[in-house]
């Protein structure tokens, strides 16, 4: 099982990143997918969720910010984030929910002023 993220990197705020992972060794179908992050010192924190279907959820602090979505052919789910703070500093992580549970290695996310 192997979840891949790329695109994090730094930026400055009010900028824009799109995160993308990628799943193997999964089965995509009917699984949840997301993007968890996690501030050193704090409990990870779900960012959003996108179903199978394609029904989204959003923690509230992301919310009209971040869009999630997901191409089930590719096996990807991305995030788009907007309007960038010093407060999404983090590393964020892939999330895959299906009879099992599986995170991705992470991708660090700097936002500088």
């Known amino acids: 099982v192997q979840l891949v993220e790329s695109g994090g990197g730094l930026v400055q705020v009010g900028g824009s990143l799109r995160l993308s992972c990628v799943a193997s060794?999964?089965?995509?179908?009917?699984?949840?997918m997301g993007w968890y992050r996690q501030v050193p010192g704090k409990e990870r924190e779900m960012v959003a969720s996108?179903?199978?279907?394609?029904?989204?959820n959003y923690a509230g602090s992301v919310k009209g910010r971040f869009t999630i979505s997901r191409d089930n052919a590719k096996n990807t789910v991305s995030l788009e984030m907007n309007a960038l703070g010093p407060e999404d500093t983090a590393v964020y992580y892939c999330?895959?929910?299906?009879?099992?549970?599986?995170w991705g290695q992470g991708t660090l996310v700097t936002v500088s002023s």
């Open positions: 060794g999964v089965i995509f179908s009917s699984a949840v």
């Open positions: 996108v179903t199978y279907g394609g029904a989204t």
């Open positions: 999330w895959y929910l299906g009879l099992q549970q599986f």
